[in-house]
Every structure is written in structure tokens, then in C-alpha cells.
Nanobody, 131 residues
Framework: QVQLVESGGGSVQAGGSLRLSCAVS????????MAWFRQAPGKEREAVAT????????????VKGRFTISQDNTNQNNTKTILHLQMNSLKPEDTALYYC????????????????????WGPGTQVIVSS
């Protein structure tokens, strides 16, 4: 089990950038997949980006080419790491509450990545993009 806390959300105009971070602590060495999800008002929570093993990444079509997920190296005891989401060329439709999540099983395709398969979640950080 891990604990996650997001930061970096805010308000930005369309075309701008934001960098979200997620502080991860606990049994980091057992993590098989980490992901960023988002949920807009009245919509279902959707997977935005996934990462496996630092460099195996996948993205939703709606953010491909604009968002980049990355993970810092873990500490020596494998109990801490930081997950990032660099968001460029933001659009009003990117407005949502953004969450980071982790699970012990690997992710193979973002299209098959369901939020219900992730047991560990952060509280979320709000992103607002104005036109």
C-alpha cells in the first residue's frame, strides 16, 4: 500500500502549461503501475497517462503529444518517489480534478486501464483552463 498526495494544480489560460506532481510514499517497490486520472464535473473518471518501470508510458488520445508522464528515481529504501505530469498546450476541455493512483499490477494499455483496478489514490488537485 502507498500514500499519494498531488500538487501543482491551478488556473491557466488556454495554450498554457502546468506541471503536476504526486508525492508517493510507502511500499513503492511493490508498485507495478502508476497513473494520472482526471474527472470533470458530470463525467466519469478517465485515465490520462500511465507509467510502468519509469519509461514505459501510454496516453489517452486526447492528451497524446501534449502531456508527458514521468517518475523520479526512488529513494534508497524504495519508500519514496515522485510522479509528474507535464501538461502543455492546455485546452478548456482539460479542466478537471486530477488524481494520481497506483497499483501492484502492471498496466499494458491505457484503453484497458480502469479506475476501479487502482486501490491507492491521492485526494486530487484542481486544474482549470480558461479560454
Amino acid at each position: 500500500q502507498v500514500q499519494l498526495v498531488e500538487s501543482g494544480g491551478g488556473s491557466v489560460q488556454a495554450g498554457g502549461s502546468l506541471r503536476l506532481s504526486c508525492a508517493v510514499s510507502g511500499s513503492v517497490g511493490n508498485i507495478g503501475c502508476m497513473a494520472w486520472f482526471r474527472q470533470a464535473p458530470g463525467k466519469e473518471r478517465e485515465a490520462v497517462a500511465t507509467i510502468v518501470g519509469f519509461d514505459n508510458t501510454d496516453y489517452a488520445d486526447s492528451v497524446k503529444g501534449r502531456f508527458t508522464i514521468s517518475q523520479d528515481n526512488t529513494n534508497q529504501n524504495n519508500t519514496k518517489t515522485i510522479l509528474h505530469l507535464q501538461m502543455n498546450s492546455l485546452k478548456p476541455e482539460d479542466t478537471a480534478l486530477y488524481y494520481c493512483a497506483a497499483r501492484d499490477r502492471r498496466c499494458f494499455s491505457i484503453s484497458g486501464t480502469e479506475s476501479t483496478s487502482f486501490p491507492d489514490w491521492g485526494p486530487g488537485t484542481q486544474v482549470i483552463v480558461s479560454s
